[in-house]
């Protein structure tokens, strides 16, 4: 059952364009044990539809645990998570896996694709399984590919590509199911200067498409984008700054 601050939190979305609450989130790994690691305290974040926001923080500051937690990969210890009006943190994992294949795009830091799988392979992973025609999974495929310029390998062993060609492929495999929600954890991590400026291309494009994007890193040049909408920043599991760009049209 849905308490009143969830009811209140539901009912109060769309009202200032939020697609995204995060309330009063603690992540306790180890839980009332001896070892246990404290990675996020008392998070609260509301992200608006459309909006672009930056997590920065250093490793181990909890900005990774955060994204997983908004889609609904780690439940949080107290506190909640709704999205698109879904109370996520309370949803069964079956439900959750659901709801995160239909709704979220999740950019991994070390991409998480299956080395001796083809591009194509890859790239319908989360559509499997799904109850769509094998027709309209290679048409949603083929468009996934197109888009982010990696058609021509689609045959092509993942183990064989670039370190370019493995994140526009895992970008593809993200974004098949055209989601709303965009998360990508530490992208430009393992990424030279060239293929940064590439991803931060693709991400100027996704934005203008009106996705809403959350971008966990601790890359300056992020801080630099004149397209983000606000500046998160997260040190020892907790926001110790929330800064909202602002901008002159």
């Given at each position: 059952?849905?308490?009143?601050?969830?009811?209140?939190?539901?009912?109060?979305?769309?009202?200032?364009?939020?697609?995204?609450?995060?309330?009063?989130?603690?992540?306790?790994?180890?839980?009332?044990?001896?070892?246990?690691i404290v990675a996020l305290k008392d998070i609260n974040l509301n992200v608006k539809s459309g909006e672009f926001v930056i997590l920065m923080g250093p490793?181990?500051?909890?900005?990774?645990?955060?994204?997983?937690?908004?889609?609904?990969?780690?439940?949080?210890?107290?506190?909640?998570?709704?999205?698109?009006?879904?109370?996520?943190?309370?949803?069964?994992?079956?439900?959750?896996?659901?709801?995160?294949?239909?709704?979220?795009?999740?950019?991994?830091?070390?991409?998480?694709?299956?080395?001796?799988?083809?591009?194509?392979?890859?790239?319908?992973?989360?559509?499997?399984?799904?109850d769509i025609s094998s027709k309209l999974l290679e048409e949603k495929a083929y468009e996934a590919m197109r888009k982010f310029s990696i058609e021509h390998?689609?045959?092509?062993?993942?183990?064989?590509?670039?370190?370019?060609?493995?994140?526009?492929?895992?970008?593809?495999?993200?974004?098949?199911?055209?989601?709303?929600?965009?998360?990508?954890?530490?992208?430009?991590?393992?990424?030279?200067?060239?293929?940064?400026?590439?991803?931060?291309?693709?991400?100027?494009?996704?934005?203008?498409?009106?996705?809403?994007?959350?971008?966990?890193?601790?890359?300056?040049?992020?801080?630099?984008?004149?397209?983000?909408?606000?500046?998160?920043?997260?040190?020892?599991?907790?926001?110790?700054?929330?800064?909202?760009?602002?901008?002159?049209?």
């Open positions: 059952m849905i308490n009143r601050e969830e009811a209140r939190l539901k009912k109060d979305e769309g009202v200032n364009g939020e697609i995204i609450f995060v309330k009063n989130v603690t992540k306790i790994y180890n839980f009332e044990t001896n070892k246990e490793s181990g500051s909890g900005k990774s645990t955060l994204l997983s937690v908004i889609a609904a990969l780690t439940k949080p210890t107290e506190g909640r998570v709704i999205v698109k009006n879904e109370p996520l943190s309370k949803l069964p994992d079956r439900f959750a896996a659901l709801f995160r294949r239909e709704n979220i795009g999740f950019i991994f830091q070390k991409f998480n694709l299956l080395e001796d799988l083809s591009v194509f392979d890859n790239v319908i992973l989360p559509l499997i399984p799904s390998k689609k045959d092509e062993k993942v183990r064989k590509l670039s370190g370019g060609e493995q994140q526009r492929c895992a970008i593809a495999r993200a974004l098949i199911n055209n989601p709303n929600i965009i998360l990508a954890d530490e992208p430009t991590a393992n990424l030279d200067a060239k293929l940064t400026a590439d991803f931060i291309e693709i991400l100027r494009g996704l934005k203008k498409e009106g996705k809403t994007i959350i971008v966990a890193t601790h890359d300056p040049r992020f801080e630099k984008l004149e397209f983000i909408d606000a500046l998160v920043y997260i040190q020892d599991g907790k926001i110790v700054k929330n800064s909202a760009i602002q901008r002159v049209e």
